[in-house]
């Protein structure tokens, strides 16, 4: 078992001099290292984000009067009076690139591939833009898309966002209840929908939801329809995207906005109740995704960017900001397995991908399939990122023996919320098994104990002590903001708390242990459940594992771990080694109460563990109560913790 906090890659002297954060340092003025640089970009916020801005060479149509004129929170004031247009930044980028160059490069897992240059990009806006202006969709107006990782969703999101409307999308395996959930909140009168989406060499129709969620949402104006599974598909009063995209265009232009006007919608998990609409503006976006790409991935014009993602979560979000830098962005849409476990890896190679994300799973999938990237042509790869989980250290280890040497491994955690990440790495920074190298730039965070009070060396709840520009505008319909401070302020009155147990080291490094409210307190000993999963699901016969800590406030309950055995595997056998395996690598205060079988763990339609529902349903809160069931990606495992089924 790799070792926590094993160096595993230093980066070369000469990447470290070409990086673009040093570039950036040196524009700053900043010397002292990474360190250095952070503390000066927590501490003297105005300065920091004017720097960056001055550097990345944002376009302003009006000039803001400051960065920062008030950093509470909420209610951060950011480059007050400035107005500027996000959608110009990703069709015009910051980075000089051609008219012929390849902008996005889009791949299915059929093996059909498409590729736009810059041009095509930029014409093909023009023309969705001019059609929303027919179908009067103009600045404030929200325009929504049940629409998979392809073009389509770039292109519809970009020409909104052209006019000032405001953009928001769902995955089409979203659930007709799951997506109006979403949509019906923030009332859209545009909405693009696709006939029906590919899975693992399987297709699936959805023309019927797609009606069924139009009958949700009494504003819309009008419905296009994306042909996906057939390209004759119609839909009744629907229009076609062929029509759209043909039709005569207006030159392309781009709306003035505010900085904080309203940009896109994300929302929440959608675990518990109605998920959050979460609003975030043109600037705020802008301004902190240069930094995350340009400063930590180190992104820029040349670069081929991906991360595997759908269009309903945050990550499709952050991936088509490469865009702004002049990267080419590549799009991928189905199962990252099918036709068969390497080929999002063959795709790399065949598309000479220089930063290649996906999450801590897929990860730990291949390392399971015992992967060997490492004999394809990944010449190009100079960056692997890894969010949505913890990264366990034989995760990093497998990377860098599997894959490539000598590549950067990025470990992002953050969360829809603000749209990026807080914590994660630097191309001028080592890589160690199992941690995160540092606190990005402008994010001040921090441990907390239970008292408020900031610990370093020891777990603590990771909240974030300063303002952020990409922190939400607000929350749809939420005129009192009194739902977004419940959210993030009401434990630590004006300081984010972001609900993940974290441990800073002295160097600014960390680790991120999951969930704080699905810690495992075992007798004061706390635990995140990314721990618990290390040990357990390196034993050959678990194929997946949930562990709930059935304590509540003031009480110490039960400690559950559900298996999902591998094939052939004998249970009683397996429950024996976990018992041995955790009792020997945790502690014996962890080891469970109760081991049982089941077929399949619940996971959101994002692929995380759904372990605050299952906790909520063993604690006797109804099933409907407990867990949206349109965001789960396989609401049938729930059954197997409902009492009485």
């Known amino acids: 078992m790799t070792s926590e906090g094993e160096v595993l890659w ?34 003297d ?29 909420p209610g951060a004031r950011w480059f007050p009076g400035g107005r500027l247009n996000y959608a110009a930044h990703a069709l015009y980028p910051l ?64 020409a909104a966002a052209s006019l000032g409307a405001v953009w928001s999308s769902c995955s089409p395996d979203f659930g007709v209840r799951a997506a109006a959930d979403r949509f019906a909140q923030i009332q859209p009168v545009v909405l693009f929908a696709v006939d029906g989406y590919s899975y693992g060499g399987r297709h699936f129709d959805i023309l019927e939801h797609v009606e069924q969620l139009r009958g949700a949402l009494p504003e819309l104006r009008a419905t296009v329809l994306v042909p996906h599974l057939d390209p004759a598909a119609r839909l009744d009063g629907a229009r076609s995207w062929a029509e759209l995209t043909s039709g005569p265009a207006d030159p392309l232009d781009f709306e003035p906005m505010p900085f904080d006007a309203p940009m ?20 705020g976006i802008l301004v902190e995704h240069v930094k995350q790409l340009a400063l930590h991935l180190d992104l820029g014009p040349g670069d081929r960017f991906f991360w595997f993602t759908t269009t309903g979560w945050m990550m499709w979000n952050l991936l088509v900001s490469g865009l702004v830098l002049g990267s080419t962005v590549v799009l991928y849409d189905g199962n990252p397995m099918h036709p068969g476990p390497d080929a999002l890896w063959r795709m790399a190679e065949a598309h000479r991908i220089t930063c290649f994300g996906v999450s801590a799973p897929y990860i730990q999938a291949c390392q399971k399939e ?3 990237p490492s004999v394809l042509g990944l010449e190009a790869l100079r960056s692997v990122g890894s969010t949505g989980a913890p990264l366990p250290p034989e995760g990093f280890a497998w990377v860098y023996e599997s894959v490539k040497k000598d590549v950067m491994l990025v470990s992002l955690s953050g969360g829809t919320d603000v749209c990026t990440a807080f914590v994660g790495g630097a191309p001028i920074l080592e890589v160690r098994a199992g941690v995160i190298p540092c606190r990005l730039l402008g994010c001040a965070v921090a441990a907390f104990d239970e008292m408020g009070r900031e610990v370093t060396g020891q777990v603590g709840e990771l909240v974030i002590t300063e303002a952020m520009p990409s922190m939400p505008v607000a929350f749809w319909g939420d005129a009192d903001r009194s739902r977004l401070r419940e959210a993030y302020f009401s434990t630590y009155p004006g ?16 680790v991120i242990y999951g969930r704080s409210d699905a810690t495992l307190n075992r007798g004061g000993v706390r635990m995140g459940t990314a721990e618990f999963y290390r040990v357990v699901e390196e034993i050959p016969g678990v194929e997946d594992s949930l562990v709930i800590d059935t304590s509540g406030a003031g009480s110490e309950g039960r400690l559950l771990l559900f298996v999902v055995p591998a094939a052939g595997a004998d249970f009683e056998v397996l429950r024996d080694e976990l018992r041995g395996a955790i009792r020997r690598e945790l502690s014996p205060r962890h080891v469970p109460d109760q081991i049982t079988a089941i077929d399949a763990v619940p996971r959101t339609l994002n692929g995380k563990k759904c372990e605050v529902p299952v906790k909520r349903v063993l604690a006797g809160v109804p099933l409907e109560k407990a867990v949206s069931i349109g965001a789960l990606a396989n609401p049938e495992a729930m059954a197997a913790f409902v009492p009485g089924q």
């Open 495 to 510: 300081v984010w708390d972001h609900g993940d147990w974290i441990k800073i080291d002295t160097d600014g490094s960390c």
């Open 45 to 73: 916020l105005d300065r920091f984000w004017s720097t960056l801005a001055g550097w990345a060479g944002i376009r302003w149509d009006e000039t803001p009067t400051a960065a920062l004129a008030e950093p509470a929170m």
């Open 264 to 283: 896109w919608i994300l929302y929440s998990s959608g675990t518990t109740g109605l998920p959050k609409p979460i609003v975030h503006g043109h600037g």
């Open 10 to 43: 230093r980066p070369p002297a000469e990447r470290v001099e070409r990086a673009r954060i040093t570039d950036f340092a040196r524009y700053a003025g900043v010397e002292g290292g990474y360190n250095a640089l952070w503390r000066w970009s927590v501490e």
């Open 95 to 158: 980075g000089e690139v051609a008219d012929a160059d390849p902008a996005v490069i889009f791949v299915r897992e059929d093996g059909y591939e498409r590729v736009l240059s810059w041009a095509d990009l930029r014409s093909e806006v023009a023309s969705v833009r001019s059609a929303l202006r027919g179908m009067g969709v103009a600045s404030g107006d929200r325009v929504v898309g049940l629409v998979p990782n392809g073009p389509e969703a770039l292109v519809a999101m970009l």
């Open 370 to 372: 015992r992967l060997q």
